[in-house]
């Protein structure tokens, strides 16, 4: 597998007036769908986080992993993935990770300030929150393209609808040589929507459909934007989910956070019939994504045995 010199499409998403109905919008949608048909992935260009934000979310980040052991795993969670994860599993030793769920809910968020400081962090909840705030209207954005470029309107509120969010605040430990670690083996997200947000230390690939490792290297105003397999079930197909890994060179740490869509308890995953025809038969029978991940998901490798096709599909 080979070449290093392909790039992932970048969108801008700064436009002034980035309003259904336009032509700009029109025209960032064709991209949107270009790039998620063919990549399932791409830079977003999107200046509503501030400067002094970009920085703040990193810097509480740092703050929450440098706290002791005994602390973070305050916040352990039966579920995989959704509390705290750490450095101790043999397959991704330099991985830790903190999930937040329901990370739209303000007062979920202060809970768990109060768990790890006593005392509460305000700095942190406010900061996490107003990363919420702003990323979630790119998320929102992206989804609603998808939905309109797929013509399938009508769905608009049932699916924007259907999802929680859900926050993680991941570090990946400097490697003890100059070999190339692994951080996180390749897998695909499980969720509707991933966007990304890194520190200056690069690491994230994607695997192209032809079998290629694109390396990501974004700036302070970009965000990777990847399709998770419940809506590449949802949209039959046509949008793909990309396989993904970290791969961890140098001597800095790297903090990425992670927004993930992610559907609600018991919502049930179809594909509207619209996109269901003879040229497109339906690849994945109606699935709960609670019941999926709870049927093969190994926190250890963060891959899932039975993948969506060995779970659902046709
Ligand atoms: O740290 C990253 O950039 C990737 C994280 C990731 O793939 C995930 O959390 O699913
Ligand atoms: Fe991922």
Known sequence: MGSKNIKLPKINFSHEDLKPDTLVWNQVKSQVYKALVEYGCFEAFFDKIPTNLQKSIFEVSQEFFDLPLQTKLQNISTKPFYGYVGQYHPSIPLFESMG?????????????????????????????QSYLEQLSKLDQTIRRMIVESLGVEK?????????????RLMKYKEPQ?????????????????????QNQVKGLEILTKDGQWINVDPTPDTFTVMIGDSLHAWTNGRMHAPFHRV????????????????????????????????????????????????????????????????????
């Not at 937040?100 to 007062?107: G, L, Q, Y």
């Not at 769905?155 to 609808?161: K, L």
């Not at 040589?177 to 947000?197: C, F, Q, R």
């Not at 927004?259 to 609600?264: A, G, R």
Request: charged letters at 25%.
């Open 100 to 128: 937040i769920i329901d990370s739209n809910i303000p007062h979920k968020v202060e809970k768990y300030t109060q768990l790890l400081w006593l005392q509460g962090n305000p700095s942190f909840s406010k900061t996490i």
């Open 155 to 167: 769905y608009m509120d049932e699916h924007m609808n259907s999802t929680n969010y859900r926050l």
């Open 177 to 197: 040589s100059d070999e190339t670690k692994i951080g996180l083996h390749a897998h695909t997200d499980k969720n509707i929507v991933t966007i990304l947000y």
């Open 247 to 314: 791969m961890m060179r140098g001597n800095e740490a790297r903090y990425s956070i992670g927004l993930f869509s992610i559907p609600k308890a018991r919502y049930i995953i179809k594909a509207p019939k619209e996109l269901v025809d003879e040229d497109h038969p339906l690849l994945f029978k109606p699935f709960d994504y609670h019941k999926f991940l709870s049927f093969g998901y190994t926190e250890e490798d963060m891959k899932c045995d039975f993948a969506l096709k060995a779970y659902c599909g046709v």
